[in-house]
C-alpha cells in the first residue's frame, strides 16, 4: 500500500521559503508509471495544483507560480520536495503531495496534508 | 476563476440519485477524475478516466463524459456521500498542467 507523509515547518514568515518534503513508502518515486504532485487548499476554498515531477527530473508547475515554485527529488530516500519563495499570507494552506497516474493522469494516492500558516 | 466549472453545491434526498456536472474546454480533450473530501481529511479518488472506480469505491458511483461536460453520478446516495466532490483534468493548453474544479458541496437530505 502506498503511502505519502509531509513534513516541515507549519509557520512560514512574510517573503520568506517554504519548504516541504513528501516522503513516499510502498512505492519508488523513480517508477516511470507516475508523477509526483503537490496540491494545496487554503481554508475553505477549493484544490489548486502546484506543480509535478517526473522520475527523469523533468517538472511541470502551475503558470500562475511558477517564478516561485521549485519540485526536487531525493530518490536515495525516496523523497521528493517542494520550495515556494517570497510567501504571503496568500499561500497560506493546507498542502498535500499525492500521486498522479501516468497513464490515466488521475491523483490516486495523497499524503494527509499539513497546513502552513504564513505569518510574522 | 477556475477553467473547469462545477455547481457550488447540490442536495439529493436519501436514496435517490444525484448527478454531479464539471465543465470546461480541456474535457473535449482529456478524460476528467473525480475526488471526494470530507471535512478535515485528504481528498480520495472515486471516478477516473471518466468512468473507471478505484478499488473499493461502492459501484453507486459512476461517471461519464459529453463533449465539454463530465459528469459524475451517485445512485442511491447514501448518507456517507455527504461531502465535497471536486472534477480535474489538464488545462486547455494541454500541457502537462492540471486543474481542478472549483467543487461541489453535496447534502444528502
Known amino acids: 500500500q502506498v503511502q505519502l507523509q509531509e513534513s516541515g515547518p507549519g509557520l512560514v514568515k512574510p517573503s520568506q521559503t517554504l519548504t516541504l518534503t513528501c516522503t513516499v513508502s510502498g512505492g519508488s518515486i523513480s517508477s516511470r508509471n507516475y508523477y509526483w504532485s503537490w496540491i494545496r487548499q487554503p481554508a475553505g476554498k477549493g484544490l489548486e495544483w502546484i506543480g509535478r515531477?517526473?522520475?527523469?527530473?523533468?517538472?511541470n508547475y502551475n503558470p500562475s507560480l511558477r517564478s516561485r515554485v521549485t519540485i526536487s527529488e531525493d530518490t536515495s530516500k525516496n523523497q521528493f520536495s517542494l520550495r515556494l519563495s517570497s510567501v504571503t499570507a496568500a499561500d497560506t494552506a493546507v498542502y498535500y503531495c499525492?500521486?498522479?497516474?501516468?497513464?490515466?493522469?488521475?491523483?490516486?494516492?495523497w499524503g494527509q496534508g499539513i497546513l502552513v500558516t504564513v505569518s510574522s | 476563476s477556475s477553467e473547469l466549472t462545477q455547481d457550488p453545491a447540490v442536495s439529493v434526498a436519501l436514496g435517490q440519485t444525484v448527478r454531479i456536472t464539471c465543465q470546461g474546454d480541456s474535457l473535449r480533450n482529456y478524460y476528467a477524475s473525480w475526488y471526494q473530501q470530507k471535512p478535515g481529511q485528504a481528498p480520495i479518488l472515486v471516478i477516473y478516466s471518466k468512468n473507471n472506480r478505484p478499488s473499493g469505491i461502492p459501484d453507486r458511483f459512476s461517471g461519464s463524459s459529453s463533449e465539454n461536460t463530465a459528469s459524475l453520478t451517485i445512485t442511491g446516495a447514501q448518507a456517507e456521500d455527504e461531502a465535497d466532490y471536486y472534477c480535474?483534468?489538464?488545462?486547455?493548453?494541454?500541457?502537462?498542467?492540471?486543474?481542478f474544479g472549483g467543487g461541489t458541496k453535496l447534502t444528502v437530505l
Open positions: 515531477i517526473y522520475t527523469t527530473g523533468s517538472t
Open positions: 499525492a500521486r498522479l497516474t501516468y497513464y490515466y493522469e488521475s491523483f490516486d494516492y
Open positions: 480535474n483534468s489538464r488545462d486547455r493548453s494541454g500541457n502537462h498542467h492540471w486543474v
